[in-house]
């Protein structure tokens, strides 16, 4: 049996989904209703760089540490104190082969929606690190900035702007944003 092909347009971490399916080349359109995504996990062949680089990203540790096996970042309170609804989990993974400092590994990116990209960006740069560019508005209808993580992981740090807001932009409907 053929598996339908699928759509991914960005692994995005958000706590709505987008109401239109693909449609299959063979069938009728895909009908499961995904919601968000809870946690997104990265290889890391150095738990203390990373560790310190999620730190630096503004993100609280709610499990593990710089040298632990596996890490959690995530939102404020963690699962035990907190909503429960975001995790950024690191694992040491002596297979992972980190890209030359500053390259992209190649596995895809991860976009986190925040209530104010500019806030980020500056908590972000103010803590040493350095995104790929200062945040812009988008074409498709989103203020954002990208950032690798030491491991070449890319990072998206995003906002869906107002309807209308930028031209040529898809139409937004109404959604409950990640707090991050």
């Known amino acids: 049996?053929?598996?339908?092909?699928?759509?991914?347009?960005?692994?995005?971490?958000?706590?709505?989904?987008?109401?239109t399916a693909c449609a299959s080349q063979d069938g009728p359109p895909m009908l499961a209703h995904f919601r968000g995504i809870n946690a997104v996990s990265f290889a890391t062949s150095s738990m203390?760089?990373?560790?310190?680089?999620?730190?630096?990203?503004?993100?609280a540790c709610t499990y593990g540490g710089p040298s632990a096996e596996?890490?959690?970042?995530?939102?404020?309170?963690?699962p035990s104190g907190g909503d429960n609804s975001f995790h950024v989990n690191v694992f040491a993974?002596?297979?992972?082969?980190?890209?030359?400092?500053?390259?992209?590994?190649?596995?895809?990116?991860?976009?986190?929606?925040?209530d104010n990209v500019d806030v980020v960006y500056n908590v972000v740069v103010g803590n040493g690190l350095i995104p790929e560019a200062a945040p812009a508005d988008a074409s498709w209808g989103e203020r954002y900035f990208q950032i690798l993580d030491p491991m070449g992981h890319e990072?998206?740090?995003?906002k869906p702007?107002?309807?209308g807001s930028v031209p040529g932009q898809a139409t937004f409907r109404e959604h409950s944003e990640l707090h991050v």
């Open 1 to 19: 049996m053929a598996m339908a092909p699928m759509c991914i347009h960005a692994f995005v971490i958000v706590a709505w989904a987008w109401s």
């Open 48 to 59: 203390a760089e990373s560790y310190k680089f999620y730190t630096k990203l503004g993100l």
């Open 70 to 78: 596996f890490t959690t970042f995530g939102s404020a309170g963690g």
């Open 93 to 114: 993974s002596s297979d992972f082969k980190r890209p030359t400092r500053g390259v992209w590994n190649k596995w895809g990116r991860a976009i986190f929606y925040v």
């Open 155 to 158: 990072l998206t740090v995003a």
């Open 161 to 163: 702007l107002l309807v």
